[in-house]
């Protein structure tokens, strides 16, 4: 494929002056909204976590008080919720004011803050021989956790979670005795302090899946309402890029900055640009919207293959490109680890004796690998009716739809 | 959009399975580790306990709100069986299980609960008897046991879980379509770019010719002149980055005055001053003014380009004219030279270096060439291409 020619030319004049960088630049920008995305999702999540806190708090502050005469340190536990509740406030209040950002250094105090607020607890009721039963703050903390959720790393929240964990187990190992009676409220105890923050984490990952997908679902989108022939996204940033590049070396020679006659390396250079440069001028490098839709979009990219030697999607109709992402982008997320290939053409003459209605067919036949009729989502055949008139079939864990794709003939348009 | 609500239920669908099977299993270990429930209630909670499995394990492939009603009654039948079988109020380990079940695998339907009036009325029904069970379950003396009260909390942070999914993902919505707005006028407009960059091809031309140069160091070329047109083809490129003219834009261009401040003067200009160091002085003529879009413009230009090449290459003299003119329909140029000549007879066409593509190109643009000549009398090539 023409993308796969570029590439490779292109190491050969990367890592010198500005050519290789500008590449990496352009594909940043595109990363960059997609991590700007993921403000889009985390904008909320803080309130929501806030509120989840207020909630325990109130609970746990509230069972405390009912209980303050058969605590043996009450007051070391008063002490534990109001670390715990300077900690949460100080972190809400900085993050809302530091654009949803929770810097290294705040995370870091907080966890400590949270630390001190579990010790607190536990040695306020190290003596009662039941850990489960008198946890309060120690759950707080827990339930704090949430509150980082949004804005750190998965893996940094697993750690803390754990280590909540695995510090309220070796305390009631250390001191509760485990009978009939204790387990129960001992197992709750844990399972209140780590799983909260565990489900934040499930949802919380879910959550960002889906706006990351829909980005790349609206990114894809953009396909569909272009040319016939199209150069892509990346196309005229390289053919940019390679201008300035001719541009750079040319001025320099013009300047005196690169004497003549030029020395081999800047001779080799021109000879880069000057082929790349010819390879980005052929007409040849023009392809279909659905080509650029599969090769931009992290969700079809990896697992569809496309073969339209013909470039026949361009001729589909917006409606029938929607239908035919559409399909492709439900089967693709139905079935994430399996293979989807697409194929178009050729085109099939007219059978004798149909109505010259300057139209062609193009079959569209899409296949995918380990798969039932029954595992797809049912929108997916309206979609493909949008297509065309399709049927489907399946062999050995391949389901195959076959297409019939009726488009305005490029001759007559 | 109905893509991102539909992913959104099967997240939210998702999440009650892992919530309310984990709430589940916590429920059963309380119970059989705290011991004391009575085997009885083993067997008249069985039913519940299944009822609740099989709506808990059918809802992540299914948003129909049969599931969470199924379960749910499920699970309120798991409370009415303890309250009738178990002597009240409950032992501490199985008070533990209880509230685990009414107040974590229960209230986890909450997340497909908090959406609309209907559901909404399932859920606050199911608040409010698993409340008033637990309480029947664990309540002795005192109102209100923290059993219950958990119980309560549980539904509410869960119902808080389940309305912001749904709400949170609606505002995101709206954002993530002006997200897609702009990257289509992106594309387009990076469509644009490239098509602009790449119709220049004249300017490319000459930018190909001197890098080819340049790949064999310069060796064969007056420094000098190869120093001028580097910084000729330096500066066209600078004007391409910087030029505003779109595609469909029309170009001017007085031909009486080749060296206006536009790209195009410039192309021209520099069309001279190439041949002009290679041994080919060429005159413009006439005043027309060239009103034709960018792509024909530049097949046009480009055509005359290959024609002086042709003049200095084989015709023998030192000097090339060309004239432009156009009328209603076409601009026409003229290309001629007092050289030495041929017999249109004995040349083939293809073979006198007006490459294919030129004239392909200049077909494509509904153009057309057409070639006089004789020996001794130089040679005249029209080119014409339509207007509009």
């Given at each position: 494929m023409s993308l796969g020619i570029d590439e490779t030319t292109l190491t050969g004049i990367g890592g010198r002056t500005g050519v290789g960088r500008r590449r990496v630049r352009t594909r940043s920008t595109i990363a960059a909204r997609r991590v700007h995305s993921a403000g889009v999702g985390s904008a909320s999540p803080i309130v929501l976590a806030a509120i989840l806190c207020g909630v325990q708090v109130f609970f746990g502050v509230a069972v405390l008080v009912a209980n303050w005469s058969a605590h043996p340190l009450p007051l070391l536990a008063a002490a534990a919720w109001a670390v715990l509740l300077f900690a949460e406030a100080t972190l809400a209040v900085i993050v809302s004011y530091n654009g949803e950002r929770l810097p290294t250094g705040l995370f870091v105090f907080f966890l400590t803050a949270l630390g001190v607020a579990v010790l607190l607890d536990l040695v306020s009721i190290w003596s009662v021989e039941d850990i489960g039963g008198y946890a309060s703050a120690s759950i707080g903390a827990g339930f704090a956790l949430l509150l980082t959720i949004a804005q750190r790393r998965r893996r940094e929240i697993v750690i803390a979670i754990a280590v909540l964990g695995v510090a309220l187990l070796a305390a009631i190992l250390l001191t509760t005795p485990l009978t009939a009676a204790t387990l129960p409220s001992q197992l709750i105890a844990l399972c209140l302090a780590c799983l909260p923050a565990a489900i934040g984490l499930y949802v919380v990952g879910g959550f960002r899946a889906i706006v990351q997908r829909a980005l790349d679902r609206v990114l894809v989108q953009s396909t569909i309402a272009g040319p016939r022939l199209a150069f892509g996204m990346l196309a005229s940033e390289e053919l940019a890029r390679l201008d300035a590049a001719a541009e750079e070396l040319l001025e320099s020679v013009a300047d005196g900055r690169r004497p003549l006659p030029l020395d081999a390396a800047s001779a080799s250079r021109a000879a880069t640009i000057a082929t790349e440069l010819r390879l980005h001028l052929l007409d040849g490098r023009k392809q279909s919207w659905l080509y650029h839709a599969v090769s931009e979009s992290e969700v079809l990219g990896p697992t569809v293959r496309l073969s339209d030697p013909h470039t026949l999607a361009g001729l589909l109709d917006q409606h029938q490109r929607d239908g035919l992402l559409t399909a492709v982008w439900l089967l693709s997320s139905e079935l994430q680890r399996s293979g989807i290939s697409i194929s178009l053409g050729p085109v099939r003459p007219q059978p004798p004796g149909a109505p010259q209605d300057r139209r062609k067919l193009v079959p569209i036949v899409i296949e995918v690998e380990g798969s039932s009729r029954g595992g797809v989502d049912p929108a997916t055949w309206d979609e493909l009716s949008k297509v065309g008139t399709f049927h489907d079939s399946v062999k050995q864990q391949v389901l195959r739809v076959e297409i019939e794709c009726w488009v305005a003939d490029p001759a007559e348009a | 959009m109905e893509l991102m609500g539909k992913e959104r239920d099967r997240l939210a669908q998702r999440s009650v399975r892992f919530v309310g099977l984990a709430g589940a299993v916590i429920a059963l270990l309380c119970m059989l580790l705290g011991g004391g429930v009575e085997p009885s209630s083993w067997v008249a909670t069985g039913p519940g306990w299944l009822l609740l499995a099989l709506a808990l394990t059918a809802i992540e492939r299914s948003g129909s709100v049969a599931w969470p009603i199924v379960g749910l009654l499920g699970g309120t039948a798991v409370l009415v069986a303890l309250l009738i079988v178990e002597p009240l109020p409950l032992g501490e380990g199985v008070a533990v299980g209880v509230a685990a079940l009414a107040g974590g695998a229960m209230p986890a339907f909450a997340l497909v609960l908090a959406a609309g009036a209907g559901r909404a009325v399932v859920l606050g029904l199911a608040t409010v008897s698993s409340v008033v069970l637990v309480e029947l379950l664990t309540g002795g003396a005192t109102l209100l046991t923290p059993y219950s009260v958990a119980v309560g909390l549980g539904w509410l942070m869960f119902a808080i879980l389940g309305y912001w999914l749904r709400v949170s993902l609606l505002r995101i919505t709206g954002r993530i379509e002006s997200i897609g707005r702009a990257y289509r006028a992106e594309r387009q407009a990076s469509e644009r770019e490239a098509q602009r960059r790449q119709n220049a091809r004249l300017l490319h031309d000459t930018v190909l010719a001197s890098l080819t140069l340049l790949a064999h160091s310069g060796h064969g070329v007056n420094a000098d002149a190869m120093r001028s047109q580097a910084g000729d083809d330096a500066r066209l490129l600078r004007q391409l980055k910087t030029s505003s003219v779109p595609d469909s834009a029309v170009t001017i261009l007085n031909a009486a005055e080749p060296?206006?401040?536009t790209p195009l003067g410039h192309t021209l200009e520099s069309v001279k001053q190439r041949f002009g160091r290679m041994g080919l002085q060429v005159n413009w003529h006439g005043s027309a003014r060239l009103l034709l879009p960018a792509e024909v413009l530049d097949a046009f230009l480009r055509a005359i380009s290959e024609c002086l090449e042709n003049v200095r290459r084989h015709a023998g003299v030192p000097e090339a004219h060309v004239t432009i003119s156009d009328d209603e329909h076409v601009v026409r140029a003229m290309i001629m030279d007092?050289?030495?000549?041929?017999d249109q007879a004995l040349v083939d066409e293809g073979r006198l270096g007006l490459k294919e593509s030129v004239v392909a190109r200049l077909q494509e643009v509904g153009g057309s060439s057409r070639l006089f000549s004789a020996p001794g009398s130089g040679t005249t090539v029209v080119l014409e291409v339509p207007k509009s």
């Open positions: - | 060296v206006d401040e007092q050289g030495v000549g041929f």
